[in-house]
């Protein structure tokens, strides 16, 4: 029996049609999280009920392949900014071959992967075809390649086709192929023979002959078809908008609007699943039978492309979602509950457990507990909460986390609201305090930034005066202003051990064990304090106006851009490593040339390692924010381009995010049912990795390593087994880079894991 190996991330990519993805360099955006941006032109399954759509924007032609597995709602991108997984961002149609692998259909040609971590591109540089944009594709019986190819040019349309070794391409210049304008659509039936859709009639080729039916030698009720099916009775059904023509290879019969149930329906695209249809079309309607009658549902958006699952769920795809339809209720992921809801963003914070949190001011509130996504505000279409029960935000504005493990978070607005998780377990709902207007104090309004010190007291900074403190221990709100402690309109809020720092414009308010004093910062000449940190030895470190400023509780020294090769002046926000690395987000965005980047170093000397826009990969000029994970990788939140992360180590801690493709391999396993625990480090490994497995008796185990096509590399007997855990180290220095399976097998039981060598 043949048994399913699923394989990890690898964050790079070699291609001869591609250039290497920077180790040292990711992104977090839109259009490679969740549903992948806007505009979703295809919509597919694979033999594992996992969906897959591509999305891009059309302002930017940025955007991602897109898995959705629908067991567990993981979404899996291949992304083309910077990635560069694919062309481009405009995916036409997606297919796989008999052993998974996959094929994608784009405006700038047509790319294939084994793994899902090496993909080869194939356009007019590397075969005869004759143009890029390809509309349609379809995999015959022996997993031949057949794939349309159409642009604006009439001349250089046609069929392309891939054995494996070699291309052909058929127009109407070397073959009966007949003159065309636009060819839309390509299937092939149980017959092997290729069904085309144009715009003058539907094309049959059997492999030597081409047979050309219109409307004046056919059943045809037009000429222009956009799509075909091919039903299990091997029927070829073409749309031609407002009707259905339907072909047994003898007879002609329709489906049109006298069997629909609405009228002025227009099909757009048409999918067929044994007895089932689903029509996707105008008005923003889908049409579906269900074996036994026709049936309309309105979608709320416009769509594209449609597909009926295993499961029988009825999936379209669109401007702005993806929803599936399972004959009863909707669903919908969009750019707003999937990923990441957009690049302008106001906030990052890391908690103790080490999940991103964003802010920002489409969405909301996004928790990133890799690979897992989860989007809090009014757009996300029910999927999550939204807790904003009086009037509705969708912006987000700042997260922190208190000493007892809580989260908070905050909502920008005229009624602002603070939420309250308690021990950070936000998947309970139920157990979510939402603070507003109405239960902590009137003045709740425009909240920019939260932060907690160690004895409970949690500060919540608004736009203007405003600044309110919770007291955890005896459940009461306080409004702090010029009247009753603060000296000036708050900048930043930082809190250290049971003190909590508020930076202003020319000095700082503390406020410890109920007493506010105030650090007048005129005399050192610095103005705007935008952030300020500790390190381990309690010395003080400034974002300012002016540069980095650090104080020791006795001699104040400033890093700037005439002393320094920092960033730029005006920093905007600081991090401290436990190593007492001091790293900071700094930009010019006020005098041309604007300029603006990363920095970071140990604290003396006048050296930084800084990242400027424009002279490296950072994103963008205008950083805002910066943190570190325990990773070592450093996040920057780039105005308006999402988030640049940065490992001089190489990036580390994204083995979550699973872009290897699901592949049935002929690797025998007759004791699959009953399972091993095994893992092996590192993953990926340059030469030897070190399997760890756990043994609940004392019988010999065997190691066998396959390739990515099934094929055994290599046996190894392990007889000394122990009961409990164990391990082993194998080689693989001999071997080239790549994907391997590595199946540990004993008298009862097995267990197969991924294993990517460098």
């Keep these: 029996m043949k048994i399913t190996l699923l394989s990890s991330l690898v964050l790079f990519l070699i291609s001869s049609q591609f250039y290497a993805q920077d180790p040292n360099w990711t992104y977090i955006r839109r259009d490679n999280t969740g549903i992948g941006s806007l505009e979703h ?32 709602t993981i979404y899996t991108n291949w992304a083309t900014y ?85 291309w052909q391409f058929f127009t109407s210049a070397n073959s009966n192929f ?44 037009e000429d222009n078809i956009l799509e075909i099916s091919i039903d299990n009775q091997d029927r070829i059904w073409s749309l031609v908008g407002n009707a259905i023509d339907i072909f ?31 029509l996707a079309g105008s008005n923003t309607t889908i049409v579906y039978f269900d074996g036994t009658e026709w049936f309309s549902e309105y979608t709320s958006f416009s769509m594209y492309d449609c597909y009926i699952d295993t499961e029988n769920n009825y999936w379209v795809s669109g401007s702005g979602k993806v929803a599936k339809f399972d004959g009863t209720d909707y669903t919908k992921y969009t750019q707003y509950n999937t990923g990441l809801p957009d690049n302008f963003n106001n906030d990052i914070f890391i908690d103790s457990q080490g999940r991103k949190w964003f802010a920002n001011g489409s969405g909301g509130i996004q928790v990133f507990d890799c690979p897992n996504w989860e989007v809090y505000g009014p757009n996300n279409e029910g999927l999550y909460p939204n807790p904003q029960p009086l009037y509705q935000t969708t912006i987000g504005s700042s997260i922190s986390e208190d000493a007892d493990g809580d989260i908070w978070f ?40 939260i932060e907690a010190t160690n004895d409970g007291k949690v500060f919540i900074r608004g736009s203007q005066y405003n600044t309110a403190m919770y007291d955890k221990s005896n459940n ?63 010395t003080m470190w400034l974002a300012t106006e002016e540069g980095l400023w650090r104080y020791d509780g006795s001699t104040w020294t400033n890093w700037n851009e005439t002393n320094s090769n920092i960033a730029a002046n005006h920093v905007t926000a600081i991090d401290i490593d436990a190593n007492d690395t001091i790293y900071l987000s700094a930009h010019n965005t006020y005098i041309w040339p604007y300029y603006g980047g990363i920095s970071y170093f140990n604290g003396t000397g006048n050296t930084f390692t800084t990242f400027l826009d424009g002279s490296s990969p950072l994103a963008h000029k205008q950083v805002e924010d910066i943190a570190v994970d325990s990773f070592g990788n450093i996040w920057a939140l780039t105005q ?34 009953y399972s091993l ?41 392990h007889e000394s087994t122990q009961i409990g855990k164990n391990s082993i180290t194998i080689d693989l220095s001999h071997q080239s880079s790549g994907l391997y399976f590595c199946k540990l097998s004993s008298d009862t039981k097995s267990k197969t894991i991924k294993l990517v060598k460098n």
């Design 41 to 72: 032109t295809t919509i597919a399954g694979d033999a594992f009920n996992n969906i897959w759509t591509g999305g891009y924007s059309s302002s930017a032609n940025e955007g991602s392949l897109v898995r959705i597995k629908t067991s567990d």
């Design 82 to 166: 910077n990635e560069n997984y694919l062309p481009n961002g405009f995916i036409f149609d997606v297919d796989f071959d008999s052993t998974g692998i996959i094929w994608v259909a784009t405006e700038l040609g047509i790319v294939t992967s084994e793994d899902g971590l090496v993909w080869q591109l194939y356009d007019t540089s590397n075969t005869p075809i004759l143009a890029n944009v390809t509309p349609s594709l379809a995999i015959d019986n022996n997993d031949g390649i057949w794939a349309v190819i159409s642009d604006n040019n009439p001349s250089q349309a046609g069929i392309a086709h891939f054995d494996g070794t070699t």
């Design 178 to 221: 007949p003159n065309v304008n636009e060819i839309k659509d390509i299937q092939i039936d149980a017959n092997n023979t290729k069904w085309i859709a144009t715009d003058i009639g539907l094309v049959q080729y059997d492999g030597t002959d081409w047979t050309h039916y219109t409307t004046t030698n056919s059943g045809l009720s």
């Design 248 to 278: 047994d290879g003898t007879t002609w019969t329709q489906v049109n609007q006298n069997d629909w149930p609405i009228s002025n329906f227009y099909g757009y695209s048409m999918d067929i699943r044994e007895d089932k249809v689903l």
């Design 410 to 449: 905050t909502f920008d607005g005229t009624s602002g609201y603070a939420i309250q998780i308690p021990d950070g377990n936000y998947q309970d709902y139920a157990s979510w305090v939402i603070w507003d207007n109405t239960n902590s104090y009137p003045g709740l309004q425009f909240p920019e930034e």
């Design 476 to 538: 009461t709100w306080t409004q702090w202003g010029y009247n009753n402690g603060l000296t000036g309109p708050p900048r930043c809020l930082s809190a250290h051990g049971n003190a909590m720092y508020i930076g202003n414009y020319e000095g700082i308010d503390i406020y410890e064990n109920g007493i506010w004093t105030t650090m007048d910062l005129t005399a050192q000449n610095i103005t705007n304090v935008f952030d300020i940190k500790f390190d381990s030895n309690n």
């Design 640 to 673: 308006s381009e999402g988030f640049s992360i940065y490992n001089p180590n190489g990036i580390d801690g994204f083995e979550c995010i699973d872009h290897t493709l699901e592949r049935i391999l002929s690797v025998s396993d007759n004791n699959q049912d």
């Design 677 to 717: 625990t095994a893992y092996n480090h590192p993953n990926p490994f340059s030469t030897t990795t070190t399997i760890e497995y756990i043994s609940e008796d004392l019988g010999p185990i065997t190691i066998n390593i396959y390739d990515i096509l099934g094929r055994k590399v290599t046996t190894i007997p």
